[in-house]
């Protein structure tokens, strides 16, 4: 059973993004002498919607479903993976205005889902499968865009930072985690399963870093780059899908939106190596 019911047909138009959606640069960050290494899987040309932000996997009853929040349509729309098509769309709770993110607590079974939005200071979930929503004030107010679920705690971008909260509470803040505006955040798995790998990337640079987080602080893992044949100018979602074990990224190129599925690995760089990579951030 698919898991978004409602099939709708979308045409697709330019968008012109908002200027608040993405933030400063950083110029003091620098990343670590390991990399991250990107092998393209797939690649969908997204023709059914205006745009794909965010990213989340719906896995449940043997389906999978890349879900991205498609604002300028007011909805949230969905990949089929299998077919490359799309699997149907919800309209976004009245009130939420554009927004980036989504996650999903990763339950089939008791679903909790959270978008949030970049013109207010709320965050918007519901638990009944989208038939209603709840708001609750959103720790990073306004400047939240890629979330992600590790499963008991959501992860947000904040800017150049990174948040961890629960819906309702108080969230802990770490800054400087890129050298822009965080768009795509992930949870992948690692090799310590008591602690919390996160995958980032930004807006405007090809920039993609991999965190560790074990309980108090988070130590940068490794950082790699958008694979040059994907053609991006803008990346705007990431999500981790454990049934394909693979990454999937959104973004805009300058012949639409499309999302890719990525595998990847971490391998250990000399500085010279990185310094050469590096001058083309």
């Known amino acids: 059973m698919q898991f978004l019911m409602i099939v709708l047909s979308v045409t697709t138009a330019g968008f012109c993004y908002d200027g608040n959606l993405h933030g400063p640069e950083l110029p003091g960050w620098s990343p670590v002498d390991a990399a991250i290494q990107f092998q393209v899987l ?15 996997s719906w896995e449940g009853g043997g389906d999978v479903t890349i879900i991205f ?3 300028m349509g007011g ?11 799309g699997a149907g769309a919800v309209p976004k709770p009245a009130g939420s205005g554009y927004g980036f993110g989504v996650a999903y607590n990763g339950d089939p ?3 909790y889902w959270m978008i949030n939005s970049w013109q207010n200071s709320n ?7 989208f038939g209603t929503w709840q708001t609750t004030g959103n720790p990073a107010g306004s400047n939240g865009r ?19 909260f629960t819906p309702g509470g108080a969230g802990t803040s770490f800054p400087d985690m890129a050298p822009n505006q965080i768009s795509g955040v992930t949870v ?14 930004t807006y405007n640079t090809d920039i993609f870093v991999l965190y560790e987080y074990d309980g108090s602080g988070m130590t940068q893992v490794a950082t790699g780059v958008t694979p ?5 100018n803008s990346r705007l979602g990431l999500c981790w899908c454990n049934a394909r074990n693979s990454l999937f990224f959104s973004y805009d190129t300058s012949s639409g939106y499309r999302i890719s599925e990525l595998s990847f690995q971490v391998v250990s760089l000399s500085r010279d190596t990185w310094a050469g990579i590096k001058n083309s951030f």
């Open 42 to 56: 797939n690649t969908y040309n997204i023709t059914w919607a205006y745009h794909a932000l965010g990213l989340a």
């Open 69 to 71: 929040v498609n604002s």
């Open 75 to 85: 909805e949230l729309n969905s990949l089929d993976p299998g077919t490359g098509g």
């Open 109 to 111: 079974d008791d679903p």
């Open 123 to 129: 965050l918007y979930y519901t638990e009944d499968q």
């Open 146 to 164: 890629g979330m992600s679920c590790d499963g008991e705690y959501y992860w947000q971008s904040n800017s150049t930072g990174l948040m961890r």
């Open 188 to 201: 992948v798995p690692g090799d310590d399963p008591s602690h919390t790998y996160v995958m980032v990337t």
């Open 228 to 232: 040059s044949s994907l053609g991006v």
